[in-house]
């Protein structure tokens, strides 16, 4: 689960050079669609009160698009239109933004929070709520903002919609997933230099790496933590959050060890490891541990993730050295990466082998792991059908797989498209990777009455082979003669 915080005023930075190229946080999970697909997403109705809902529907479509702008990338989101459902965390298979107006039960300071559930695939599901309980909200079209105490509806869609891709707080001042926002401030909705980093390496389309806008970080103020910071900025490695009442000046802490910002305060959970030193008592002690269900408004506690697993929603971490506590058993993921798995490996079965499709829960015999395959085709439904497979060895792989690299760092041994084995009468096969080109029907077919435009096979047509008039032609099928040497079975 992911927060952003209300900044009163610009946050303190350290400098800019004294920072890692590359600072962006990825929490090792992506969406795992193919290149000209997207991820669907809705709006739920009704949202802010302080705006017409024409405007925030704007901006929340503009949180997104920012994202999806990025021509490095292949990641797109494609908006589905809105729903009544304020469902979050629910892990429905329905990604929604939502409005919270009243029962808000994070910290007050939180202005928006992110759910997002795993599947050993990769992610499956997230939803977005915003705080309109403690804050209020405005749609600023035009730089630079605003100056009447409203947060900026699109730029904290942009950091949240960050989030729903998988990435965590960056500690690059300026960057849209810097952990705070202030007032007016509309810096958020432009991508900086290690968001565009993140989406186009973690997402990467091969695509020109676009120029980011110039701003130039405030320089550090002098106001202490926990003061006063509505008119002053806050002192270097300080910045400023308000909780719907007051401003002042915070600091990053550790969720998970002690509490170091003192007496009066709490630590609020910002990301999976990082947090911020807010007022008052925690919210949210009350964590869902490991096995623990999750979802529907339940969090997990930090370093967990709420996993879906085949329609059941827990708690989980990474395996320890391969293992996993009794009753748990390690599943491998794409990234490279390992998560515990409730029951053993083969309770529903034996876990299907190199090539098989993956079962139910997405899971693959050990030492493989689950691929998405935009390639990988169901002719009957249309589908991409995911397999399991495993890294490559070496840069090799068996016959009739490719290797592939799996964003940002990881390999994958891909089946490599073919039209398999196919008989007269049988539709052609079209080469996803180039369907504009002749379908094929493979070894001793020919493809006939096919129809095509100059980027892509509008009919596939059908499978069939020449013959002569005395050859056999299968049952219902007669040799049509075409030349006076040669027929078709038709």
């Given at each position: 689960m992911k927060r952003l915080l209300q900044t009163a005023a610009a946050a303190a930075t350290v400098g800019a050079l004294a920072l890692p190229a590359l600072a962006y946080e990825w929490g090792g999970a992506k969406w795992e669609?193919?290149?000209?697909?997207?991820?669907?997403?809705?709006?739920?109705?009704?949202?802010?009160?302080?705006?017409?809902?024409?405007?925030?529907?704007?901006?929340?479509?503009?949180?997104?698009?920012?994202?999806?702008?990025?021509?490095?990338?292949?990641?797109?989101?494609?908006?589905?239109?809105?729903?009544?459902?304020?469902?979050?965390?629910a892990s429905d298979g329905k990604n929604i933004d939502s409005w919270r107006e009243s029962g808000w039960t994070e910290g007050s300071s939180v202005l928006g929070?992110?759910?997002?559930?795993?599947?050993?695939?990769?992610?499956?599901?997230?939803?977005?709520k915003y705080n309109g309980q403690h804050h209020s909200w405005a749609n600023y079209r035009e730089a630079p903002g605003g100056f009447d105490g409203r947060t900026d509806i699109a730029s904290v869609a942009a950091h949240e919609v960050g989030h729903a891709l998988g990435f965590g707080h960056s500690d690059v001042p300026g960057s849209t997933m810097w952990p705070s926002t202030g007032p007016g401030d509309i810096s958020g909705r432009s991508l900086g230099p290690d968001d565009i980093a993140a989406v186009c390496e973690v997402y990467p389309?091969?695509?020109?790496?676009?120029?980011?806008?110039?701003?130039t970080p405030p320089a550090p103020g002098m106001a202490g933590f926990g003061e006063d910071c509505a008119m002053t900025r806050c002192a270097e490695n300080l910045f400023c959050v308000n909780d719907g009442r007051d401003s002042y000046c915070s600091r990053s802490c550790n969720p998970e060890g002690d509490n170091t910002c003192g007496d009066g305060y709490y630590c609020a959970l910002l990301s999976g490891g990082d947090g911020a030193c807010a007022r008052g008592e925690d919210p949210a002690r009350n964590l869902a541990g490991f096995g623990e269900v999750c979802g529907d408004e339940v969090r997990c506690q930090p370093g967990l993730v709420c996993i879906n697993d085949d329609?059941?929603?827990?708690?989980?971490?990474?395996?320890?050295?391969?293992?996993?506590?009794?009753?748990?058993?390690?599943?491998?993921?794409?990234?490279?990466?390992?998560?515990?798995?409730?029951?053993?490996?083969?309770?529903?079965?034996?876990?299907?082998?190199?090539?098989?499709?993956?079962?139910?829960?997405?899971?693959?015999?050990?030492?493989?792991f689950c691929l998405n395959d935009s390639l990988n085709i169901d002719e009957n439904t249309g589908e991409a059908v995911p397999y399991c497979t495993g890294a490559c060895e070496g840069g090799r792989c068996d016959d009739g797989y490719r290797c592939v690299e799996i964003a940002p760092s990881?390999?994958?041994?891909?089946?490599?498209?073919?039209a398999g084995e196919r008989f007269v009468g049988d539709a052609c096969w079209v080469n996803p990777e180039t369907p504009?080109?002749?379908?094929?029907?493979?070894?001793?077919?020919?493809?006939?009455?096919?129809?095509?435009?100059?980027?892509?096979?509008?009919?596939?047509?059908?499978?069939?082979?020449?013959?002569?008039?005395?050859d056999c032609c299968p049952e219902g099928w007669?040799?049509?003669?075409?030349?006076?040497?040669?027929?078709?079975?038709?």
């Amino acid at each position: 689960m992911k927060r952003l915080l209300q900044t009163a005023a610009a946050a303190a930075t350290v400098g800019a050079l004294a920072l890692p190229a590359l600072a962006y946080e990825w929490g090792g999970a992506k969406w795992e669609v193919g290149r000209g697909e997207g991820v669907p997403y809705y709006i739920s109705t009704p949202l802010s009160d302080d705006v017409p809902d024409r405007d925030a529907l704007e901006a929340l479509q503009r949180g997104h698009d920012v994202w999806t702008a990025v021509t490095c990338s292949y990641i797109t989101w494609e908006y589905q239109g809105r729903t009544e459902s304020t469902n979050w965390g629910a892990s429905d298979g329905k990604n929604i933004d939502s409005w919270r107006e009243s029962g808000w039960t994070e910290g007050s300071s939180v202005l928006g929070i992110t759910a997002t559930s795993w599947g050993f695939n990769g992610l499956s599901d997230t939803d977005i709520k915003y705080n309109g309980q403690h804050h209020s909200w405005a749609n600023y079209r035009e730089a630079p903002g605003g100056f009447d105490g409203r947060t900026d509806i699109a730029s904290v869609a942009a950091h949240e919609v960050g989030h729903a891709l998988g990435f965590g707080h960056s500690d690059v001042p300026g960057s849209t997933m810097w952990p705070s926002t202030g007032p007016g401030d509309i810096s958020g909705r432009s991508l900086g230099p290690d968001d565009i980093a993140a989406v186009c390496e973690v997402y990467p389309s091969g695509g020109e790496v676009p120029e980011p806008d110039d701003d130039t970080p405030p320089a550090p103020g002098m106001a202490g933590f926990g003061e006063d910071c509505a008119m002053t900025r806050c002192a270097e490695n300080l910045f400023c959050v308000n909780d719907g009442r007051d401003s002042y000046c915070s600091r990053s802490c550790n969720p998970e060890g002690d509490n170091t910002c003192g007496d009066g305060y709490y630590c609020a959970l910002l990301s999976g490891g990082d947090g911020a030193c807010a007022r008052g008592e925690d919210p949210a002690r009350n964590l869902a541990g490991f096995g623990e269900v999750c979802g529907d408004e339940v969090r997990c506690q930090p370093g967990l993730v709420c996993i879906n697993d085949d329609g059941s929603l827990y708690c989980t971490g990474p395996c320890v050295n391969g293992n996993c506590p009794e009753d748990w058993f390690c599943a491998e993921l794409s990234t490279g990466e390992s998560i515990c798995a409730r029951g053993g490996p083969g309770d529903d079965g034996p876990l299907p082998q190199q090539g098989d499709a993956c079962n139910d829960r997405g899971l693959c015999e050990r030492g493989l792991f689950c691929l998405n395959d935009s390639l990988n085709i169901d002719e009957n439904t249309g589908e991409a059908v995911p397999y399991c497979t495993g890294a490559c060895e070496g840069g090799r792989c068996d016959d009739g797989y490719r290797c592939v690299e799996i964003a940002p760092s990881g390999t994958a041994c891909q089946k490599i498209p073919s039209a398999g084995e196919r008989f007269v009468g049988d539709a052609c096969w079209v080469n996803p990777e180039t369907p504009w080109v002749r379908p094929e029907c493979g070894d001793g077919l020919v493809c006939v009455d096919y129809e095509q435009t100059m980027s892509e096979t509008i009919d596939p047509g059908f499978c069939t082979k020449n013959c002569k008039v005395d050859d056999c032609c299968p049952e219902g099928w007669g040799c049509v003669e075409l030349t006076p040497v040669i027929g078709q079975c038709r």
